[in-house]
């Protein structure tokens, strides 16, 4: 049992391993652009317009609040599995660095907290929203993911070319 838990883990760190692509290019591609429609997905304007609109039914309704809470159920795997690929890729760059630097080794534990109750929170949203509630845009998760990005945009030059 011991080495089936063992041989489970291996394999699942050497998976994390190979799903992070730190390179220049991959970083350059990165791009909060891909994660603007969460802004708008859940607008209570579409869906008060759609009430507006002639031969509108009730279920008409569910079934757009159900597609749209999928699509950005979608978008926010995408953006926990970016999120997570650039704090990795961040502690990577602290653990080979020459230099210690705490503070932002604090910084970067504080953000993930942070990202990770803003999920949980958009989650209860999301579930609230499927019920008819409003009041959900992503913005913020979006703008903590930028921020990683951009630190790590900084970062990646410099510890590109020490290791060359």
Not at 13 to 41: A, C, F, H, K, N
Not at 77 to 88: E, I, M, N, P, S
């Amino acid at each position: 049992m011991l080495s089936l838990c063992v041989l489970y883990l291996v394999r699942r760190l050497g998976v994390e391993i190979q799903m992070l692509p730190v390179t220049t290019d991959w970083l350059s591609e990165l791009s909060v652009d891909r994660y603007r429609p969460m802004m708008r997905l859940l607008d209570a304007s579409d869906f008060l317009y759609l009430r507006q609109q002639k031969g509108f039914t009730p279920e008409m309704g569910r079934r757009l609040r159900k597609q749209r809470a999928a699509a950005f159920e979608g978008y926010l795997r995408l953006l926990q599995v970016d999120f997570k690929r650039v704090a990795t890729a961040l502690d990577l760059i602290l653990a080979q660095s020459g230099h210690d630097r705490p503070e932002l080794a604090s910084v970067l534990l504080h953000r993930r907290f942070v990202f990770a109750c803003r999920v949980v929170e958009a989650q209860v949203r999301l579930t609230l929203f499927r019920f008819g509630w409003d009041g959900l845009d992503g913005a913020e998760l979006i703008r903590m993911f930028d921020g990683m990005r951009l630190e790590l945009r900084e970062l990646v030059p410099a510890s590109a070319f020490a290791m060359a």
